[in-house]
Each structure stands twice: as C-alpha cells, then as structure tokens.
C-alpha cells in the first residue's frame, strides 16, 4: 500500500499491490459494488493469479451521516463530499463514477482523466450525451473509461460488442433494453392494467423510479442506443438524429389489438446498418410475433439480439438494472482496469486458483426424471416397477403408457414414469433391479426433467 501511495497516480503499479478504488456514489449501484468486493474480494484475486487486488478508499456521497440499509460497517474517515478530493487522492488509483447526471459527473470523469486514474462509470445519460468530449479526452490523456454498467445492467453486452465481435461487422442489434418500461407493458398486456395504473405499481415495487420519465419517454434506452451503436459502427451518434418515442401513448385498446393479432407490444430499440452503411437507430412500441424469442422477455429482464456477420445471431439476455446486477458489471470493469494498471492484461488464460476444487461425482446430482422402459404388455408391470421404486425411496409423479397407433395389439410397450428429484446414484440402483424384471425387454431411458433458473 505505501508503495503505491508513493507511485500516486503513475500508471504502472507493482502487479501484486492493492489498487484504491474512488466510488463517487454510494446509493443503488454503489453500496452493490461495496458488497460485491467484500464477498467476492478474494475470488476476483484468486482468479487473476493474484494480479488484481481491489480495495475502496474513498466514497464520496452527498450526506455521508445518511443511514445506508444492507451494508456493513464503513469507516466514517472513508466518506467525503469532496469530489475533487476523491479524484486527488493518491490512495485512489481508479475512479467510479455512479452519482448520475450530467453535470457533477462529467466534471468527476473529466477530472479523473485528467489525472491519468481510469474511469468506470454506468452512466449512460453521461456517456450519451457528453461521451464525445469524454472519450476524447480519454484518447487525450491515454487512460480508459469502462462502462459495462450503462447498458443493459448485468448483461456483459458492451464487452461482446468490444471484444467477442471485434471479426465481426455487426448488422444489426434488437433489444428490450428498458426492465421498467418491459415491465409497464407486461402489466397491462397480462393484468389489463392502463399506462398510469402499471407505472403506480412499478414505482410502488421500486421498478421505476419517483421522476420515471427517462423510462417511460424512451429516453433511457435510447442512450443505451447510442452506447451500442456508436461502439459497433465507430461514430458519434447526435442524439437529436435518432427517432425516440416512449410508452406513454400505450393504450389498454393497443395492447388488446396486438393480442388479437398474435403480437405483443414492447419498447424496442433496433439499430441496423443497411448496405450504404447507413446506420438506423430507433426506440419505440412495436408490435413483435409472440413466437419472436424477444416476446417472452418479461418483467424487468431485458435481452439484446446481436446479429454478426460472421457470429450470425446471439441473444443475451438477463438483469437490466438493480444493485447486485449493475454492480457485477462495474466489478468486471474494475477488474479490467487493475489488469491493465498492472499491465497483467496478458493473463487471460486459465490461472489455477484452487487447490481443493472437486467436481461433484454424477450419483450425488439429483434432478426429477423422465425414464422410459420397453415392457411386456401385461397386467401387474406398473406395480412390479413401482414396488422397487419405492423401496429406494423414488417418489412417482406420474406414470403413462401411450398406445402405439401402428400397433395396438403389440406384445412390447413403451411405459413412461416420472419420477420426483432424488439422487442420479439412487435412480441408477433401482434401474439396475427394475432392469432384471422379467417384463423388462431393454434398458430404461432416462432423461432428466430441469428446473433451470
Ligand atoms: N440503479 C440501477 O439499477 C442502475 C443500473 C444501471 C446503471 N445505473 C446508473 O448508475 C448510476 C447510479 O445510479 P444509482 O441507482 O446507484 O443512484 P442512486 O441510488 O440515486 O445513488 C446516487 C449516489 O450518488 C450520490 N450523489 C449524487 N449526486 C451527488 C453529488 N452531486 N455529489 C456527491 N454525491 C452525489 C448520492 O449520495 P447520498 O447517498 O448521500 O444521497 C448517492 O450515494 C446512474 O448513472 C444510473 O443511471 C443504475
């Protein structure tokens, strides 16, 4: 620590020392930030061969005696309200902006910069509106910006766009990039609500937020818009050129239409390059087929569809916003800044950190299950099998044993059990004695039934 305290803000520390980390905002993605390096600390060290050490040195709020819910002790000494004082620190080696707006954060992040400390920030509103004198100044003083966290919340999409696609020349993206306004729409498509009748609910949840109007004016996604689209085609995007319009003007009567028309209605944004390379850009209610895979994107999750010439389409899908979510992205985009400021970025192989890691033996995995027997067609074949099911302790949840059209009269039959989540090994050694019945013509088929999520 005093080593680096020493090297201030040179860009090369020592690989192996803790980096300080500057959190300008300690509110919803801030404290998330907080928890996630407390409890994944060590994991974050470990798997960066010990390159990447993150600690918080300073947090500047804007009332640092406010009571903070779901957080641990914070040293008193830690807070500020001296944005300038956070960025001067030599104690903080990589600045997080997550106060919102434009105005104090431009002059943090510009600031920071200036400074040469790199930047993390989820500020999609900053980045949209002023990112062309930020990302100038970035190139200026040679010292990065992150923002993983502006669009899309815990959906690693910035980082597809930058790395994973980098061969490819996108052709365009589709994407439900706004959870409350997805969440508005799917209350008054499932629920019959009205417009101001779901958005009362969102806010009441804590889906939306008191002054909700970037959400619902389609403001919010279309910065996030910008944010993919100036990053896939490589130019500034003037907001005023894109065509923007909210859910505000949804009507129960839409929605109804949308139905009988086997549509749903959701806020997309759709960005496309057509063979001028000219660039599309728009956010607004469309109507999308229910059998569209973006149709069943409900709730407060968003899912961006990334079409690449070479990659050809990929759908990522998750958590657009929240605490843990958005601060999972800042957490990786401090990560890759430390890489860097360590100059470990060469390490992204696998580093082994575990000495008793262990893969779980197959027996010990339990699921429900599907299994499938070619039995002799008499009376009695369900009871023998289940006899032995139960003296394993195997709960049956249903049995079936679908006719053969072609032949009705055969002497094999398929019979099918489902069976209740229990242990693989156990399901194994009651297959193996239901195997040796004598209506058993062949070995049982065995699917698992998943409950993913
Ligand atoms: N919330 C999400 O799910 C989400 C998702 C993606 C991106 N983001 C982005 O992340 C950023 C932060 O969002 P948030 O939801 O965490 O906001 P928030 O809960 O309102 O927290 C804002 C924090 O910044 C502090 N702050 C605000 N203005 C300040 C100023 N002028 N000087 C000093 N401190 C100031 C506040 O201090 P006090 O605590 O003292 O009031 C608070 O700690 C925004 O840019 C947002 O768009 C949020």
């Not at 919102?100 to 200036?114: C, H, K, Q, S, Y």
């Not at 920030?121 to 990302?135: I, Y």
């Not at 059998?291 to 999750?301: E, M």
Request: proline share 5%; net charge negative.
């Amino acid at each position: 620590m005093e080593k680096l305290r020493r090297l201030g803000t040179l860009r090369f520390v020592n690989a192996c020392s803790s980096l300080g980390i500057g959190l300008a905002g300690f509110g919803t993605v801030g404290s998330g930030v907080w928890n996630t390096l407390e409890r994944n600390g060590e994991l974050i060290t470990g798997r960066t061969g010990g390159c990447v050490q993150l600690h918080i040195a300073k947090i500047l709020v804007r009332d640092p005696a406010k009571a903070r819910a779901n957080i641990g002790e914070v040293p008193a000494a830690m807070f500020t309200t001296d944005w300038r004082a956070l960025v001067a620190d030599p104690a903080v080696h990589i600045v997080v902006e997550l106060i919102g707006g434009t105005t104090d954060a431009f002059e943090i992040v510009a600031a920071a910069l200036r400074a040469k400390k790199p930047v993390v920030t989820g500020n999609k509103a900053l980045l949209a509106e002023r990112g062309v004198e930020l990302f100038a100044l970035s190139k200026e003083t040679n010292t990065p910006i992150h923002f993983e966290a502006a669009v899309a919340g815990g959906i690693p999409i910035i980082r597809t766009v930058q790395d994973s696609f980098i061969g490819n020349r996108i052709l365009s993206f589709s994407g439900i990039i706004n959870g409350t306004s997805n969440y508005i729409l799917g209350r008054m498509t499932d629920a019959g609500l009205t417009f101001e009748a779901a958005l009362a609910e969102a806010q009441a949840l804590g889906y939306a937020e008191a002054d909700p109007a970037l959400d619902v004016n389609g403001w919010d996604a279309a910065h996030k818009a910008i944010l993919l689209a100036t990053l896939a085609y490589g130019f500034p995007i003037d907001p005023a050129s894109i065509h923007v319009s909210g859910i505000e003007q949804v009507r129960p009567t839409d929605i109804h239409f949308a139905k009988s028309l086997g549509y749903v209605v959701k806020l997309l944004a759709v960005i496309r390059e057509h063979p001028d390379r000219s660039v599309e850009i728009r956010v607004q209610p469309s109507f999308i087929a229910k059998s569209n895979i973006l149709a069943s994107v409900h709730g407060v999750f968003n899912a961006v569809a990334v079409h690449g010439d070479a990659a050809g389409e990929s759908l990522f899908y998750g958590r657009g916003a929240g605490q843990d979510p958005t601060a999972s992205s800042v957490v990786a985009d401090l990560v890759e800044a430390g890489r860097a400021l360590g100059n470990a970025s060469g390490h992204r192989g696998f580093l082994p950190y575990r000495e008793n890691g262990h893969v779980l033996p197959v027996r010990e995995t339990s699921t429900a299950y599907y299994v499938r027997f070619d039995v002799t067609d008499r009376p009695g074949v369900i009871a023998e099998i289940a006899k032995i099911l139960a003296e394993h302790r195997i709960g049956i949840s249903g049995t079936h044993s679908p006719v053969n059209p072609a032949n009705p009269d055969a002497e094999f039959v398929d019979m099918v059990f489902l069976l209740h989540t229990c242990p693989f090994g156990k399901l194994q050694d009651a297959l193996a004695e239901v195997e040796k019945l004598d209506c058993i013509n062949s070995e049982p088929v065995v699917f698992r039934i998943e409950s993913l999520g």
